[in-house]
């Protein structure tokens, strides 16, 4: 039951997400580090990401389809995590007192582990805290 709420939780994280990446990119942009070649393009396909792994996730079909969702999701959340650490830069750099404060960026940083796991559990990849390590193949559905 509680994971059957978590991953339903994420599903809609993610769906929000994806269409706040594609309606609204400017402000994910802004955010991309230097380093990041394309940004709007990679913005853009971090919103196609998150809305299929949202959907691989939801789907009530296939537990593997919800692992490759769940996996791709987790994956995801490491890769945006230096866009998260340039945010809190750039708003730390700010001499108006501008931009966010530490309270949302710590707490933001802090959770991506969180939500890492979170996706890899609901989806059935692992059971960790709760069992031996890996999740029964019908976990989740």
Do not use: K
Request: charged share 10%; glycine share 10%; net charge positive.
């Amino acid at each position: 039951m509680i994971r059957r709420l978590v991953r339903w939780a994420l599903v809609t994280l993610y769906t929000v997400a994806a269409a706040a990446h594609l309606v609204d990119p400017a402000p994910f942009v802004a955010i991309t580090p230097g380093w990041v070649p394309w940004p709007a393009t990679v913005v853009a396909l971090t919103g196609v990401a998150e809305a299929l792994g949202a959907a691989a996730l939801a789907q009530p079909w296939s537990a593997r389809l919800r692992r490759a969702g769940a996996g791709g999701l987790a994956l995801y959340a490491l890769c945006v995590w230096p866009a998260n650490v340039n945010h809190l830069l750039i708003d730390l750099a700010r001499g108006d007192g501008g931009g966010l404060p530490l309270a949302y960026h710590v707490p933001r940083l802090a959770a991506q582990p969180l939500l890492i796991w979170a996706a890899l559990w609901a989806g059935g990849v692992l059971d960790w805290p709760f069992g031996s390590g890996r999740a029964d193949r019908s976990a989740g559905e």
